[in-house]
């Protein structure tokens, strides 16, 4: 049979991270392409206790249908969390609960775009959010990155030749996949810009919790008055990503268009999975996000000290990271970044990510690769990037 798949999708590749991942399961091979939260970091004691109280003295809570916008104690805590700690959540801001932060990028954009809109985004920038972009139908404008964030003069530059574009795509915060911090000053002329030219804001962060050094920056969110500026935050990387729980505040009319597009993908995100993140956030919460941050210095650290160890003296460079779970290292001048990936994977049985995964034009020229800190074990760490490094002495010296 001929199937004719949508406009939206029929062009749509699957996600390259996802597929490596796939050649990598029940193999011999490390993969330093996942993005995966490190299996020392999940709190399971503390999980296993919550469920089973729910389960034995609020089991139809839990089990139950609920409302779309999720979980109002959830909601609630999230709304007196956000705003004590980050400042985030201005008088005309609401908030819902999601499948995961990556929903909240497939309701905004939903809410806001036709077929043929533009959407702005980081370039590189997260897959998984290019892709939930594309498969609706929107044209993507990719900004590049600078050492300090998006280029601000090459943003406007892209506002005024893109017209219809409906929202800027950010993750300000130890960026995927570049690991860079946008400067408090990016920040403030985004958000100028955003209400210069009448745009909003999806302000995706994922990482921000995770900070194990230097200071932290403000949201843009926080510098908002709750007109332009729709915040993503996540629990899959301080709690569980298997819980798929994530949430949006942002003004109270796109959000309540956010939330009846959500009424029609999945009536409402799983309610014992909220629950659990509610109880989890009334006890030390402080102190496991510190752990968190202890453990992921320790492994960034490491990974940074075997990259200059390994891959520095054959012409890689890369971008010391404060936080988050990624490097991003870029080959040298003239290098087959994809014949590299390749025979990384089959000759080394190492995964790493190729860059041209994250770039808004996917045939876009691009020598850079992402590795990730979080997942492997010190020992395997250790061995991949040795073996990395044979390769770019075999390819690079």
């Known amino acids: 049979m001929d199937y004719k798949f949508s406009d939206g999708l029929k062009s749509l590749n ?3 991270i996802r597929e490596i991942l796939k050649y990598a399961a029940g193999t011999s091979v490390i993969s330093l392409a996942a993005g995966n939260p490190s299996p020392e970091a999940f709190p399971t004691e503390a999980v296993a206790r919550i469920s089973e109280r729910l389960l034995r003295e609020r089991p139809i809570d839990a089990l139950q249908y609920s409302i779309t916008e999720g979980y109002t104690p959830l909601r609630q805590q999230l709304r007196e969390y956000m705003a004590a700690k980050h ?3 201005a008088d005309g801001d609401e908030i819902i609960i999601t499948a995961g932060a990556q929903q909240v990028m497939s309701l905004l954009t939903k809410a806001m775009c036709n077929a043929g809109d533009t959407v702005i985004c980081d370039d590189p920038a997260f897959v998984g959010a290019l892709n939930a972009f594309r498969s609706l139908g929107v044209k993507l404008c990719g900004v590049p990155m600078q050492a300090d964030g998006m280029d601000m ?5 892209a506002l005024k030749a893109h017209p219809n574009t409906k929202f800027i795509y950010t993750i300000p915060n130890f960026q995927n996949p570049t690991g860079i911090t946008a400067s408090l000053d990016k920040r403030r002329r985004m958000l100028a810009l955003a209400k210069q030219y009448g745009v909003l804001i999806l302000e995706d962060n994922p990482y921000g919790d995770l900070r194990f050094e230097g200071e932290n920056v403000p949201a843009i969110k926080s510098m908002d008055d709750g007109e332009v500026v729709v915040y993503a935050g996540s629990f899959s990387k301080v709690l569980a990503p298997g819980l798929r729980v994530g949430y949006a505040i942002g003004p109270k009319a796109v959000l309540q268009k956010m939330t009846v597009a959500k009424q029609g993908e999945d ?14 956030m009334r006890g030390d919460f402080e102190a496991h996000l510190q752990t968190l941050r202890d453990l992921y210095r320790v492994k960034a650290k490491k990974l940074m ?3 200059d160890e390994h891959l520095v003296p054959y012409g890689v460079t890369y971008h010391p990271i404060q936080g988050g779970l990624f490097v991003w290292c870029d080959l040298p001048a003239g290098a087959d970044m994809p014949a590299f990936c390749t025979r990384a994977v ?25 590795l990730n800190h979080s997942t492997p074990t010190m020992e395997d760490m250790e061995t ?3 073996r990395l490094g044979e390769l770019a002495r075999e390819m690079f010296a």
């Not at 003069?153 to 530059?157: H, M, N, P, S």
């Open 384 to 386: 991949a990037v040795a």
């Open 267 to 280: 009536v409402h995100t799983n309610i014992w999975a909220q629950m659990i993140c509610d109880e989890f």
């Open 87 to 89: 400042n985030v959540g």
């Open 346 to 370: 089959k000759e080394r049985q190492v995964a790493v990510v190729p860059g041209s995964a994250f770039l808004a034009d996917e045939t876009a020229a691009c020598r850079s690769i992402r």
């Open 153 to 157: 003069d090459a943003l406007e530059t």
């Open 305 to 307: 000290s075997l990259i």
């Open 14 to 16: 699957p996600s390259v």
